[in-house]
C-alpha cells in the first residue's frame, strides 16, 4: 500500500531522485525520462476520458492503471535482482501485451481498412487519443534508448509499442468507426 502524507521532500532540490529501489540518479537520467514521459501519457489519457463512456472509458481506465505499472517497472531497476528484493517489483507482463492485442483486433474488426494516412482530429475523443498515440510514441523510443544502456523489462517496450497502436485503432472508432476520419490528402494544398 501506497501512503503519501508529506508531498515534498527536498531530496531532490539539487536535481536528483530515488528509483524504486532507493538509487539516487539524475533526474534528466534515460530511466526518470523514460518513466516521466509514461506518466504524462497516464495524464494525456485522464484527458481523453473526459469524452469518453462505457467500454471506451473502461478500457482507458485499465490503461491508466497499466501505465502505473509501467512506471513502477521502470522505475526499478537491476531486474536480476528481482528475486531477492523485499517485495516482489511490478513488472509489466505478456499477458498485459496480448490484452492490447486482442483488444485492437475487436476494434480493428469493425473498421474499414485505410486508403490514406489519417490526420489527428474528427471527434474530441479522437483528438485526444491521436495525442495519447504520439506521446505513448516518445515514452516508447526513449524506452528503448534506456534499454541500449540499461537493462529493461522486454514486455514493457513492448506494451508500449502495441499502446500506440491501440490508441490510433481507438481513434478511429471513435470518429464513428472510421467514418469521420479526418483523411490526409497528399499535395493537397499545392
Known sequence: MVVLNKIYTRTGDKGETALGNGTRVAKDSARVDAY????????????ARQHADGDMDTALSRIQNDLFDLGADFCRPDMAKDKDAEYTPLRILPKQVDR?????????ANLEPLRSFVLPGGSALAAQLHLC???SRRAERLAVTLAGQEDVNASAVKYLNRLSDWFFVASRVANNNGINDVLWVPGGNQ
Open 36 to 47: 516521466g514521459t509514461v506518466d504524462e501519457t497516464n495524464a494525456t489519457v485522464g484527458l
Open 133 to 135: 498515440r504520439t506521446v
Open 100 to 108: 492490447l492485442e486482442a483488444e485492437i483486433d475487436a476494434m480493428n
